[in-house]
């Protein structure tokens, strides 16, 4: 069956830097495109970063253009979020999903999510 494992998530310091990662299973992960997701408490998903399959250049929401870096390891089945810079507004469950169809930035457009890794930053 599909499987979405992150982990990399934990508590860290305004400033410093975390990578997460997402081993994917039980689908052909070459095919998908990849994307990360996250949710602060009482605040609702919101989209952080997406990888495609193919050549075309990942894509970011604003707050973390430029301190976030998404990649992918086809021969790992696995994705990456490198986060630098972190800031305590980066507090959140961050979530990673294999896409489906129709827009990068709405989770709706996900079939298939892990169970999420709990990042918070301390000021």
């Known amino acids: 069956q599909v499987q979405l494992v992150e982990s990399g998530g934990g508590l860290a310091q305004a400033g410093d830097s975390l990578r997460l990662s997402c081993a994917a299973s039980?689908?052909?992960?070459?095919?998908?495109?990849m994307g990360w997701f996250r949710q602060a408490p009482g605040k609702e998903r919101e989209f952080v970063s997406a990888?495609?399959?193919?050549?075309?250049?990942?894509v970011y929401a604003d707050p973390v253009k430029g301190r976030f870096t998404i990649s992918r390891d086809n021969a790992k089945n696995t994705v990456y979020l490198q986060m630098s810079s972190l800031k305590p507004e980066d507090t959140a469950v961050y979530y990673c999903a294999a896409h489906s169809r129709g827009s990068y930035y709405y989770s709706g457009s996900y079939d298939y999510w892990g169970q999420g890794t709990q990042v918070t930053i301390s000021a």
């Open positions: 990888i495609s399959w193919s050549v075309a250049p990942p």
């Open positions: 039980g689908f052909t992960f070459s095919s998908y495109t």
